[in-house]
């Protein structure tokens, strides 16, 4: 099993893989920590925080061909259980105060809102270029 841990300690993130768990068996689980500001504390004056988890399992042990993490992914629809959970906790005594667990069908890479700006600037002004060009040419 290998687990790999940020530390960065306001949000703690961790990555865990384990191959051929107990022999049979492949984990995959990626989770994390948010802490709530003060103000969120419960009635007792406890402090809370979220874990965020995403866990993939796969039965047969053929998704995985070592513990090493994955550095090109792999592929989602291999592992049989796939969820994700969120889980609000009360930090001092650990009770779960509230809890969500999902399932996740796909995952998807989505553009970040500046790359999708700059690709339609690059393609503006390189067409702004090209009809600029055209228009000389023709001039002259």
Do not use: W
């Not at 865990?16 to 492949?26: A, C, K």
């Not at 629809?77 to 906790?89: I, L, P, Q, R, Y």
């Amino acid at each position: 099993m290998v687990t790999e841990r940020t530390s960065d300690p306001n949000f703690p993130v961790f990555a865990e893989v384990t191959n051929d768990l107990g022999g049979v068996g492949d984990n995959f689980f990626y989770g994390g920590q948010l802490s709530y500001p003060n103000f969120f504390n419960n009635q007792g004056g406890d402090p809370m925080f979220d874990d965020l988890g995403i866990h993939l399992n796969d039965a047969t042990g053929a998704v995985l061909a070592t513990d090493a993490l994955p550095m090109n992914g792999f592929d989602l629809n291999a592992f049989s259980d796939k969820t994700g959970f969120v889980e609000m906790v009360d930090s001092n005594s650990f009770a779960q105060l509230a809890y969500m667990q999902y399932n996740i069908r796909t995952i998807q890479a989505t553009p970040e809102p500046g790359s999708v700006a700059l690709l339609l600037t690059g393609t503006t002004t390189t067409s702004l270029i090209v009809l600029r060009r055209r228009k000389s040419k023709r001039s002259s």
